[in-house]
């Protein structure tokens, strides 16, 4: 775990949020970030992702027109703005990295550069938790 986010909380439905993810070990510029969220008795899922170079974004249908992913290089930060938060949206959110000019669909469909379908990317967080809850 080299990743760390943070920003998560609890917020009323409608509310927003905004999720951060630094590290102090390497430059985020240089991978393609993804934001994945794990929900009570769901498999995990890719949120909205982001590759290196940042011409390129994805978003889950879920989540489409309310959330924005965003990098800082200057902070070597990525940021996940969450807005008109339902309690569907909670859960816990982390955000991974995977070295390389990735297609954010796949890296958010669990792809690594290798091909792997299984999530296993360079880092992982270790998560931070969100409640969309009145």
């Known amino acids: 775990l080299q990743l760390v986010e943070s920003g998560g909380g609890l917020v009323q439905p409608g509310g927003s949020l905004r999720l951060s993810c630094t590290t102090s070990?390497?430059?985020?510029?240089?991978?393609?970030i993804g934001w994945f969220r794990q929900a009570s008795g769901k498999e995990r899922e890719g949120v909205s992702c982001?590759?290196?170079?940042?011409?390129?974004?994805f978003y889950a249908n879920s989540v489409k027109d309310r959330f924005t992913i965003s990098r800082d290089n200057a902070k070597n930060t990525v940021y996940l703005e969450m807005n008109s938060l339902t309690p569907a949206d909670a859960g816990v959110y982390y955000c991974?990295?995977?070295?390389?000019?990735?297609?954010?669909?796949?890296?958010?469909?669990?792809?690594?550069?290798?091909?792997?379908?299984?999530?296993?990317?360079?880092?992982w967080g270790q998560g931070t938790q969100v409640t969309v809850s009145s």
């Open positions: 070990k390497f430059t985020l510029e240089y991978y393609a």
């Open positions: 982001i590759n290196s170079s940042e011409n390129s974004t």
């Open positions: 991974a990295a995977e070295w390389g000019l990735l297609d954010p669909f796949y890296f958010c469909s669990g792809y690594n550069r290798a091909g792997d379908h299984e999530y296993d990317f360079d880092y």
